[in-house]
């Protein structure tokens, strides 16, 4: 299947006070076209530096090693005027807070029309049209009347909807939303599935990142599931919600409240206190001696995940 | 005057808050309308409604944080609106609160053990005080937090230590009341499960009561004892099974994630039913206000609940 961006030997990582703390490491993935990728995992779990790493938004002080591939250009090494022409019209970037990612200065129609000035080209006025279009596309209405407001009198659902608004104003082939319902109420949360699920069927390639599993089971096809900077499963959506394979996966689904509330013992080790070896091993059930040493993610079918249980399995089958 | 019975922790009479925007305009927005509400000894109440429905101010008008435009609150079966600020000082100890963003709720520059402590500085009326240290270590057992933790800054835990932190601190003075204002709305989804673990185990040993605001109508089937449907300033449903049975066609909107566009810029309706002008069910007889009508050991505000 084609992959609009391919990323191999992801490593990222910070100096802090003499240490080097990674967050993300050795991140392999391919990205197909046309699908929707959701990224589950807790705070601090590196979801979001993936995310901000695809686009090169990631500050200077990060140490970055490894490549990532946007239809075979090669993203990390690219001249600054290349990244900008990429980010924002081929790959559109929706932050995680919707509350801070607009001047709250500005009126709301000029944020809209802003990238397609900058990257399509479009006069203000032709720009300040389709921004009217946009709002309404996205169900604020009447557009008209909402562009010429100040970001300060919209809702919390309505700020999320004009940031896609904003995100998707330049057609982008990928876009990568960063928690786009945290916090929000559940109909306000039915409204955006709803807009994702019409762009999934416009054709664009979604990265989702949350730690809100409704979002997955309403949208995934695929799901990624990162742990303290690692990828430790790949699954299709029916197999993660049905028959999760790493058992950092099985707590997550058990500790919904329609599973029982089941909560994983213990909690996630900070950055700067990780595991050699499986980093998930002193809060899993299944923890036995092989898994302090090193585990590579492995390939199963179409899904990859990294535990020693299925590596004894693949050998013996 | 209405009197509570006697297992009541705190009851709410005909509850209303009004808030006026603009000098000249005087433009007036419910926030609560009218509500009646009734918490007891040891039980969960979980309220269940969408942003602006009121939850939040309902919870924070029954701890007098928020005093209201109208009606009555009683606590123990004594009415605390009429009381003065000193005089509340001793109700405050009994009745507190655990907040959505716990983050906010820290002063970033004190240590969490001073944060947590706080309380015992506000009510030094207390007598019988075993020493500062015994205290914070047994409240940061209860609440499962490594006792190391006591000397960091808020900013050096997790979005779900800090929520530990947080009840430690609401559970200090041993209140009988405790608002929880969405506490896990923030966390994952692990760290949500293992919050209301502990929540739960507190209650258990203390018999306080709750009441429990959350979005998460799931969540709310787990936690509630007794569930309460918030719609637009009013209570529209409320009973103990009430989500798994619905009767209100609010309610089974919510439990069906039905959703209706229209309904997200229809404004308040002057008179009647506010669920009137998306409810399929609605006729003349909505544009009046019907009351909250006992139906199969729930309450339910609704005119057709017989087809």
């Known amino acids: ?317 | 005057m209405i009197v509570s019975d006697a297992s009541s922790i705190i009851a709410g009479t005909r509850l209303v808050k009004t808030y006026h925007s603009g000098i000249l305009s005087g433009e007036k927005t419910f926030a609560i309308r009218g509500v009646d509400i009734e918490i007891h000894e040891g039980e969960t109440y979980a309220l269940v409604g969408e942003s602006g429905s009121g939850k939040t101010t309902l919870g924070r008008v029954l701890l007098m944080l928020i005093p209201p435009t109208d009606g009555m609150i009683t606590c123990n079966g004594e009415d605390i609106i009429h009381k003065t600020d000193s005089e509340l000082v001793s109700f405050r100890r009994k009745m507190q609160i655990i907040p959505q963003h716990p983050e906010d709720a820290f002063n970033p520059r004190w240590k969490v053990s001073r944060s947590i402590l706080e309380p015992y500085r506000i009510h030094n009326g207390l007598s019988a005080l075993p020493s500062k240290k015994e205290n914070l270590l047994k409240l940061l057992e209860q609440t499962g937090l490594d006792p190391d933790y006591a000397n960091r800054y808020p900013h050096q835990l997790s979005g779900g230590e800090l929520q530990r932190a947080a009840i430690a601190r609401t559970i200090a003075l041993e209140p009988s009341f405790i608002v929880c204002d969405e506490p896990t709305s923030m966390l994952d989804v692990s760290v949500q499960a293992s919050i209301i673990h502990l929540l739960k185990d507190i209650q258990k040993k203390t018999r306080v009561a709750f009441l429990f605001i959350t979005h998460d109508i799931r969540l709310a089937r787990i936690v509630g004892d007794r569930i309460g449907v918030m719609y637009k300033g009013l209570i529209v449903e409320e009973g103990p099974d009430i989500l798994n049975n619905p009767r209100h066609p609010y309610t089974c909107s919510l439990t069906e994630n039905f959703i209706s566009k229209k309904k997200i810029i229809e404004d308040y309706q002057n008179s009647g039913c506010q669920w009137q002008s998306v409810c399929p069910k609605a006729d003349e007889i909505c544009c009046t206000m019907p009351s909250l009508s006992s139906y199969n050991g729930a309450k339910i505000r609704c005119h057709h609940l017989n087809n």
């Open chain 1, 1 to 317: 299947m084609e992959q609009v961006i391919d990323i191999s030997n992801l490593t990222v990582s910070f100096q802090d006070n003499g240490n080097l703390l990674t967050a993300i490491e050795d991140i392999q993935l391919g990205i197909r076209t046309g699908e929707t990728l959701v990224v589950i995992g807790e705070s601090g779990s590196g979801k979001s530096v993936l995310g901000l790493s695809i686009l090169r938004l990631l500050p200077d002080t990060a140490l970055i090693s490894g490549s990532i591939l946007f239809k075979g250009k090669k993203l990390l090494t690219m001249s600054e005027s290349e990244i900008e022409s990429i980010r924002g019209s081929m790959i559109a970037w929706i932050p995680q807070n919707p509350k801070t990612g607009f001047n709250p200065s500005m009126k709301m129609w000029k944020q809209i029309a802003e990238p397609s000035v900058i990257h399509s080209g479009l006069s203000w006025s032709e720009a300040r049209k389709q921004a009217i279009q946009q709002l309404g596309l996205y169900n604020i209405d009447p557009a008209a009347l909402w562009a010429d407001k100040y970001p300060v009198t919209y809702s919390g659902g309505m700020l999320q909807r004009a940031m896609v608004a904003m995100g998707t104003s330049t057609n982008p082939e990928v876009i990568i939303a960063d928690e786009p319902t945290k916090g929000i109420d559940i109909i306000n949360k039915i409204a955006i599935f709803e807009m994702f699920a019409d762009l999934k069927r416009k054709g664009i390639t979604l990265v989702l990142i949350t730690h809100d599993l409704d979002l997955a089971a309403e949208l995934a096809d695929r799901i990624v599931v990162m742990y303290c900077g690692q990828i430790i499963e790949v699954s299709g959506k029916n197999q993660f919600f049905h028959n999760p394979r790493h058992p950092y996966s099985r707590g997550l689904i058990n500790s919904l409240p329609q599973n029982g509330l089941n909560p994983i013992p213990g909690s996630a080790p900070p950055m700067q206190m990780r595991l050699t070896g499986c980093r998930f091993r002193e809060r899993c059930f299944e923890q036995r001696e092989q898994c302090t040493s090193n585990i590579p993610l492995i390939s199963l079918v179409d899904d990859r995940v990294r535990c020693i249980q299925y590596n004894s399995r693949n050998q013996a089958g």
